[in-house]
């Protein structure tokens, strides 16, 4: 059985349509994918109808983004109900600040003499949820940079000149948002933050499992979380972290190896 629980469609900041992701994993051969995209379930009613055509099995789920040690940690959940009313509230006081922040940081590009219109952004993000990836493909539209990349560290990355933070949503808040939709929370890729503590603190704030199976993970750190995961008890997951345009083999939909093993304790977690 061939599993990937870390992906993003044009509801987020992939660039494929939800529809077109699933085309995408039945000819790589996945049998179970989750859609997980940023702060919103907005494509997954189209995955499950497109997942349902084509034989495969989705798992609802979304990469909450919470702030933690001073910086921005990102949260799976898996199996939640988008169909909560709290839910759906908390995703769109979420988009709403996301709209706020991408003007801000147009404000702050015009001001350096960087000038991209908002709609340009808006049409970047498919009218979906918006994050700096749409500010930095729009850079590259205009002609202001060659590379996505390039964005971030030059105009957008943390102390450039056009970065805004986010609004900080604390790590116990937004797990606790997930579990009340019924969803189970676990760390996104916890070898990418670099903060001695941080996996204790989100073990502290209620996450309940460890992706430790990541593209930006070698072997040696993937089998480290999993040691952790084992001895804290907690559930582990993995996924490619698809955005639809791989950085290399590693990053393809399907090609981080993760253990069918997983898949019994994350539904049990979950009650199905």
Same mark, same amino acid.
């Given at each position: 059985?061939?599993? %990937?629980?870390?992906?993003?469609?044009?509801?987020?900041?992939?660039?494929?349509?939800?529809?077109?992701?699933?085309?995408e994993a039945k000819e790589v051969g996945l049998d179970i994918i989750a859609v997980t995209d940023h702060d919103t379930t907005a494509g997954l009613d189209e995955a499950a109808e497109a997942a349902e055509q084509l034989g495969l099995r989705l798992i609802p789920g979304i990469e909450l983004s919470v702030y933690a040690m001073e910086r921005e940690v990102h949260v799976l959940a898996f199996f939640l109900d988008r169909t909560s009313p709290a839910l759906q509230e908390f995703l769109q006081e979420q988009k709403e600040a996301r709209?706020?922040?991408?003007?801000?940081?147009?404000?702050?590009?015009?001001?350096?003499?960087? %000038?991209?219109?908002?709609? %340009?952004?808006?049409? #970047?993000?498919?009218?979906?949820t918006l994050g700096r990836p749409h500010v930095a493909r729009a850079l590259v539209k205009h002609g202001y940079i060659k590379e996505e990349d390039e964005a971030f560290r030059k105009y957008i990355g943390r102390d450039q000149p056009g970065h805004v933070p986010r609004v900080k949503v604390s790590?116990? #808040?937004?797990?606790?948002?997930?579990?009340?939709?019924?969803?189970?929370?676990?760390?996104?890729?916890?070898?990418?933050?670099g903060r001695e503590g941080l996996v204790d603190l989100m073990?502290?704030?209620?996450?309940?499992?460890? #992706?430790?199976y990541h593209p930006d993970h070698s072997e040696g750190v993937a089998r480290r979380f999993a040691n952790l995961a084992a001895d804290k008890g907690l559930l582990v997951t993995g996924g490619s972290d698809y955005h639809g345009k791989p950085r290399g083999k590693r990053f393809g939909l399907g090609a981080v190896p993760v253990p069918e093993s997983i898949l019994g304790p994350l539904e049990a977690a979950a009650g199905k």
């Open positions: 059985m061939k599993i %990937d629980l870390h992906t993003h469609t044009t509801c987020s900041d992939g660039i494929q349509t939800p529809t077109e992701l699933m085309t709209i706020a922040r991408i003007y801000k940081m147009l404000e702050k590009l015009k001001s350096i003499g960087v %000038d991209i219109p908002p709609e %340009d952004v808006v049409v #970047e993000g498919k009218q979906g790590p116990s #808040e937004g797990i606790a948002r997930m579990k009340e939709a019924g969803a189970v929370p676990v760390l996104a890729h916890p070898g990418l933050y073990i502290a704030s209620g996450v309940m499992g460890i #992706e430790a």
